[in-house]
């Protein structure tokens, strides 16, 4: 079965830190794996997205990696800034669909002043 | 700025009622989306349209509809509105393989 988890459900660092937010996934065939950042209340937005033959891609103090041996990927935030408490969703899409998105539940991280 | 507008932020409606959620995107993207998203789930995908007129059932179609007469909007409607359609309602573009754009979402509460 398609399935994407993530890790933790929640968190809670400080200002400044960095964290690690964890997806893997059964998925296949692979096409691409997107991480989006969602505020309360509002639309998801696009941070990466990473094809099969990439293994890290980085969008500010936003990195996110890939291992498709393993099918894993992490983010990773750097120095952590109080903008940055939301929801933050894993997503893998089916090779030869733009339409079939395997989603993730989603880590709600807060950052604390 | 690119933009996917929903036309409402928050509605609450009766049980029963027929309901219209409204999205209009003004990037000439060819594909539409609606999802809900329910605490502790994934977003799941209710229809989506790859070009006007055209819809496809997404994984949740059971209770919706979709309307797509112009490129640009894309209508979701309850055709009886129940309590356990209850949820946040999120509309998205996308052209070819590119990144989903989303709107705001709507809330939706059915009394």
């Known amino acids: 079965k398609n399935q994407v988890e993530q890790s933790p459900q929640s968190l809670i660092i400080l200002e400044g830190k960095n964290c690690t937010l964890q997806c893997n996934y059964t998925v296949s065939p692979f096409s691409n794996l997107r991480w989006y950042k969602q505020d309360t209340g509002r639309g998801p937005v696009s941070l990466t997205i990473?094809?099969?033959s990439e293994n890290t891609k980085s969008n500010g103090r936003y990195t996110a990696t890939l291992d498709a041996d393993t099918k894993q990927s992490s983010l990773h935030i750097t120095a952590s800034q109080l903008s940055d408490s939301a929801s933050y969703i894993c997503?893998?899409?089916?090779?030869?669909?733009?339409?079939?998105?395997?989603w993730g539940a989603g880590t709600k991280l807060i950052i604390k002043p | 700025d690119v933009k996917v507008t929903q036309s409402s932020r928050y509605l609450v409606k009766r049980t029963g009622e027929k309901v219209f959620l409204e999205c209009v995107q003004d990037m000439d993207h060819e594909n539409m989306f609606w999802y809900r998203q329910d605490p502790g789930l994934g977003l799941r995908l209710i229809y989506f349209s790859y070009d006007v007129k055209m819809k496809e059932k997404g994984d949740i179609p059971e209770g919706y509809s979709v309307s797509r007469e112009k490129k640009e909007r894309f209508s979701l409607i309850l055709e009886s509105a129940s309590t356990n359609q209850t949820s946040m309602y999120l509309c998205a573009s996308s052209s070819g393989s590119q990144s989903y754009t989303f709107g705001s979402g709507t809330r939706l509460t059915v009394v």
């Open positions: 997503v893998v899409t089916l090779r030869d669909s733009n339409y079939q998105l395997i």
């Open positions: 990473m094809t099969f």
